[in-house]
């Protein structure tokens, strides 16, 4: 019973990482096929950039606890520094996979200071507070990123703030051989689109196996007992704050990787995009895949990616739908009388998955 | 203390020569002076003074409302104290957190039972060692050798502390849907796998039946004997109370009425009178 | 003068915010749910006042009256159909589904009236001009004060003094002892959303006049930044809700008109941090620690 019952994490684990490399290599032989639609194969960036981000926020919401409804603030900031970063070095590294990694290492660490700026006041709050609080950080983080000006010439990075509205990108006085690499409002036009499916692969699988054995060791371990009982945490010498910001910035940093891939998959990006309903829409990834559970966030991101891609037939209706699907589901889901009427059609499972 | 991670093993006892002799009045673990809070004016306890000896075990009763989970809330710094000091094997604990004073050496366990309860048996007694154990995060996050190993010995002293309650064959499943009894005896192996110096026990025997009682006080003996620790208990069975413990603080309305061994406490007429009421029961 | 006019125009936003506010904090306060839907209410509120007075050319009190009856029934159906199955359920779900339904009446509302801007007309037309003329003062806008005022008045009087009020605070602190006392809980907290979808009305009319413009996601932000609002005064206490939205309207009209248009919203937002982290439970609230 103990040996099996071990494994069975494991080997949840390894389905993981088996499933995942399996999806790409199936993706990959089918694109090389043709036999994926342009709309299908233009998703493939995205849907990885979402399974990472809906991992990175389970890191939070499933395994901290705490409600973060900002997590598309850190995407945002990993996605402009990591377009800022990747465009600003296009002569230094001219090997494009290379320059992808260090644009998302630098969209990470990025991310994890912003998280760590958002993290220490906040964490200090419960509950709804803290989630009220994440989002007006995610707004926060938005509107600056809309008042951004940023340029890169021989000299350098030119950086300006447009607080009035009154300054645009001529401000910043570019040599002639100069870029501007975002515009305000406008966001980043013009950005050399570098990244690739491989590479998303490669993403999801580094926070697969960051978030993975990040649970299953000490560290995991002290972060699950804060949100089951802060006050027994306490009790048996856990520090709670420290725990709680390795959660929330390690959350950070993997959105801001996978912010600066989503960013680097677009020619053109607004700071808009990361708005509250992107938060939103990833938090539904991870509650429907079930909080806590990694997988169940990694088969949440890719079908509510390409649901509504699926739903495009519809097209007027496709939202109205997606929403009355979501309600429903929260319905059949959470009810107990629902429930029950499930439970007699689906035979029951037996044991439940615990933080699987 | 012997709380470092040694020889590839977590040594749960404070080795004997680190311990002296049993010495109950000479050498106290822990030492209460004039400790005392008040929540807005109401003072919930006051001029708290106690002193107990190294492998001691303790009785702290009184009355609902006297202020005795108080107590353990102002020793483990879950209340700040407004007066006076705690000495902890003579080291003031003031200004420290909960987490710091448990690391320095007090564990303790609750009234309302509060485990992790979507975690495991195993899991639970596990997370209690996190201070004692030293691999880093990123040791853990690319399963270095020092993951393993920790881990390793770790899990192997977690079934040792769970094989003095006979719960080894619980490792692995969810500390929430545990039967009553066992979560109260999984409370108690969570807190010594802290290591303490001083374990206090909150209503242990709370909700147990006779035989389980019993079968507790055994226990807590044989922590005591094996860990050579201090044990503080509060608990309303006082054939518990007066079998085990070797000295006994009274509480009434937040202030010590009482203090001394079994025999004194239960021929003192002020506590018959606070605590079991006018004599009426005879 | 300048300054007097920014004033101005911020109490009354700042009204507007104080009354959606007020709903949503007796919500909160009952169901302890964030129903973002509520920002929606308000939005249908606005599009069923616009549709009284120029399609229907209704005068704009039953006009008015006609959109809080729509909404009243609207938030209590939402509450049936959508909130009390989960009574139970986890928050989150409950979040998720408040969510679902705020998508479900934002497209709905875009399939009905398109997601064009629609020109509102405020219900009150004219301003009152002072000081020779160099300062105007939207009747609107006074009326905006007005009303907030008489709301928050006889919602502080209808909580403390009324039957109904005195079992909503009682639900509030704690169902199942208030359920033991024989108040009909299920049926409190549907008055609630009753109440409070007839305030999103109002404040969606108010809103709209304001603004000028009305399209399906005109209550969303506005619906956040109330919810900022009530947090920011203490959640669950009216006079909270009140002062936080005045405080917040009067902050974000200061913000654009001294220092930046574009980061009016970020000013609002990060003294709702600075407040809640200097008092956790907002301006007015009262800080319960968690008993061991």
Known sequence: MKKLTIKRTTRTDFITYLGVIVAFLIMMFLRDQGVLNRSLTGQLVPICCYISMAISLNLTVGILGELSLGHAGFMSVGAFSGIITAMSLQSTIPYTPLRLAVAMVVGAIFAAIAGIIVGVPVLRLRGDYLAIVTLAFGEIIKDLINCLLVGYDSNGLHMALNLTGSKSITDLNLQPDGIAIIKGAQGATGTTTIASFTAGFVLVMITLVIVLNLVRSRTGRAVMAIRDNRIAAESVGINVTKYKLIAFVTSAALAGAAGALYGLNFSSLQATKFNFNTSILVLVFVVLGGLGNIWGSVIAATVLTILPEALRGFDDYRMLIYAIVLILVMLATNNSQAKALLGRIIPKRKGAETNG | ?282 | MEFLSYLISGISLGSVYAIIALGYTMVYGIAKMLNFAHGDVIMVGGYISFCAMNYLGLPSIVAVLLAMAVCTVLGVVIEGLAYKPLRSAPSLAVLITAIGVSYFLQNAAQLIWSAAPKVYSPVVAGSLSLLNGQLTIPYVSLLTVVVCLVIMAGLTLFTSQSKLGKAMRACSEDKNAAQLMGINVNATISTTFAIGSALAAIAGVLLCSFNGTLMPTTGSMPGIKAFTAAVFGGIGSIPGAFLGGLLLGIIESMAKAYISTNLANTIGFAVLIVVLLVRPAGLLGKYVPEKV
Request: include cysteine; glycine fraction near 8%.
């Open chain 2, 1 to 282: 203390m012997a709380k470092q991670f040694q020889r590839g093993k977590m040594v749960p006892v404070p080795s004997r020569a680190i311990v002296p002799e049993r010495d109950v009045d000479k050498s106290p673990i822990l030492e209460c002076r004039y400790l005392g809070i008040e929540f807005g004016g109401l003072k919930a306890v006051s001029d708290f003074n106690l002193t107990i000896g190294r492998t001691e075990i303790a009785g702290l009763i009184g009355p609902n409302g006297a202020g005795k989970t108080t107590v353990f809330n102002l020793l483990t710094k879950v209340y700040q104290p407004t007066h006076g000091t705690i000495l902890l094997d003579g080291r003031d604990t003031h200004g420290m957190t909960t987490a710091q004073v448990n690391r320095a050496g007090i564990a303790r366990t609750f009234q309302n039972i509060r485990l992790f309860s979507n975690m495991s048996v195993l899991e639970n007694i596990t997370v209690a060692m996190n201070s004692q154990m030293k691999y880093s995060m990123l040791s853990g996050i690319f399963r270095l050798p020092s993951f393993w190993k920790e881990e390793r010995v770790a899990k192997e002293r977690a079934l040792e502390l769970l094989s003095i309650f006979d719960m080894q064959h619980l490792a692995d499943h969810k500390a929430g849907s545990l039967p009553y009894g066992a979560q109260r005896r999984l409370e108690i192996i969570r807190a010594l796998a802290t290591n303490p110096s001083l374990l206090l026990l909150d209503e242990p025997a709370a909700g147990m039946n006779p035989s389980e009682t019993a079968e507790l006080m055994e226990n807590i003996v044989k922590i005591r004997d094996t860990f050579q620790i201090a044990v503080m208990l509060i608990e309303h069975d006082m054939n518990l109370v007066m079998n085990i413990c070797e000295g006994i603080c009274v509480l009434n309305f937040g202030q010590v009425i009482a203090k001394g061994t079994p025999e004194e406490i239960q021929s003192n007429p002020t506590v018959i009178e606070a605590y079991l009421g006018k004599k009426k029961e005879g």
